[in-house]
């Protein structure tokens, strides 16, 4: 079974990387508003429009994907970006976990 979740230390890791993950914030539109800002290079991604843009993200792609916390919203987009053959992991706690600790902000 492949792993759902990375910590934020392990996508700075790869962010680093010969080959980093295809990074997506997938933030609801109201919580993007309300900042703080993503991680730079991040593509937002509405999680409500999910069916318009899933066919988008490459099968064999890498993909690393944060909302606000890391709860219901990630762990949604996970799912359903796995069901169509992604490797998709969602940052444990969002990107409130990212911005918390200055060693974990990519």
Do not use: H
């Amino acid at each position: 079974m492949t792993k759902e979740t990375l910590t934020p230390e392990e996508l700075r890791q790869e962010l680093s990387s010969a080959t980093p993950p295809l990074v997506l914030d997938v933030r609801r539109p109201e919580d993007r508003a309300a900042g703080p800002e993503g991680i730079p290079g991040a593509d937002w991604r509405d999680p409500a429009l999910l069916e318009d843009w899933a066919g988008g993200v490459p099968a064999r792609a890498e993909v690393a994907l944060y909302c606000a916390r890391g709860g219901s919203v990630s762990r949604g987009v996970q799912a359903a970006l796995a069901q169509r053959g992604v490797k998709a992991r969602y940052v444990e706690g969002g990107l409130a976990a990212l911005l918390t600790e200055p060693e974990n902000r990519p």
